[in-house]
């Protein structure tokens, strides 16, 4: 009953009011807020953020030609500054032949194993981070607008009842942390509300990239549940549904985040 | 080749004090982690960093496991003349990486 009423006011998301202890839009901060200077100062400076490292080999991968059909991404592509402009905002977005979300990694492989017949390139590897990091960055400035397209309802819907479910043996959901407490401390660091504008990430306690499937597999792990696979269809609910939950925040990928 | 960016100032007064910024992309693995099997991780970093200005040293820096990752090393000097920056990331495993840039002094 609780399932089917949370199903139908995630239908109504956007008509509605937001529910006690949700983030009111204009209260939105994205995690570049909660960052103190120096982090800031890293994420603004393009020859200080690590991100950019990636970017640039995202950039050479960009112009390689791969597989089978030996094409480049540019070749169909052009430059990735003019064609991805924008893109990742709209991502995780309707992929009309699977009827399902697809997230912008998933893009990428797809365009690898159909136009360019070359194996896919495995979840967090340097190379499917850096070609999303330097799809990402074309991206920088403009306002989140995935989960715009009507065929989404039911996935946003899906994952906002993950957002709200409690798990683990800590037995907490994600808006426990990231609507309810978002602007406490957990064990020193801020919590954050959990807005995913700059992803792929340069994390500094990863000492490296990560995409928001691995933040969120890390926060499913810190609560001592199971984590989702990555690429699963609850995974890509879960990112749709936060990235509509951020619908009109600015993306400021490749970000740092501490 | 890994990736390095370095930001130098393209023209500046001479007699002015610039900043120089190097980042290079070094997973910089100390040596002391272990594996879920529990191997060691073999060190794997880089062990010193060089900037030489039109063939003359002016900066030099020793790299030790406790540097995170992507080492970012940023200093200052004085722009005297125009020329070549040349820099050098030297570390294990053979690890060698050049980058350059140019400045133009008026």
């Given amino acids: 009953m609780m399932r089917r009423a949370l199903f139908v006011l995630a239908l109504l998301g956007a008509a509605l009011p937001a529910a006690a202890g949700e983030i009111a839009p204009s209260e939105r901060r994205s995690g570049y807020d909660f960052m103190s200077s120096d982090t800031k100062a890293m994420q603004d400076d393009d020859t200080a953020n690590p991100g950019m490292l990636s970017v640039l080999d995202g950039d050479t991968l960009w112009n390689t030609k791969a597989g089978a059909a030996n094409k480049s991404c540019s070749d169909c592509h052009g430059d990735v500054s003019v064609s991805m402009k924008g893109a990742t905002a709209r991502y995780p977005a309707f992929n009309a032949t699977s009827a399902t979300p697809i997230d912008l990694g998933q893009r990428v492989n797809l365009c690898r194993t159909q136009h360019q017949e070359a194996a896919p390139l495995a979840p967090e590897s340097s190379e499917l981070l850096a070609l999303t990091a330097l799809i990402a960055k074309q991206s920088r400035g403009m306002p989140i607008i995935a989960g715009d397209d009507a065929r989404l309802a039911t996935s946003i819907a899906r994952g906002r009842e993950l957002f709200f479910q409690r798990e683990g043996q800590l037995n907490i959901a994600c808006s426990n942390c990231h609507d309810d407490n978002a602007d406490r401390h957990l064990a020193g660091s801020a919590i954050t509300q959990g807005q995913p504008t700059g992803y792929p990430i340069y994390r500094l306690e990863w000492q490296g990239m990560g995409s928001l499937q691995r933040r969120i597999r890390g926060c499913m792990t810190g609560v001592r549940a199971q984590a989702f696979d990555f690429d699963a269809a609850d995974m890509i609910a879960l990112e749709l549904y936060l990235m509509s939950r951020a619908h009109g925040m600015k993306m400021d990928a490749p970000a740092v985040r501490p | ?106």
């Fill in chain 2, 1 to 106: 080749m890994a990736a390095a960016l370095v930001n130098v100032p393209a023209k500046a007064k001479r007699g002015a004090v610039i900043e120089i910024k190097t980042l290079m992309s070094h997973v910089m693995e100390t040596g002391y982690r272990h594996t879920a099997a529990g191997e060691v991780v073999p060190r794997d970093i880089i062990t010193s960093f060089i900037c030489r200005f039109n063939g003359t040293e002016i900066f030099r820096a020793d790299l030790f496991p406790a540097i995170a990752a992507n080492p970012f090393l940023s200093f200052f000097t004085t722009a005297s003349e125009s020329g070549r920056f040349e820099f050098e990331w030297i570390g294990d495993n053979g690890f060698v990486a050049n980058a350059t840039a140019s400045i133009t002094v008026e």
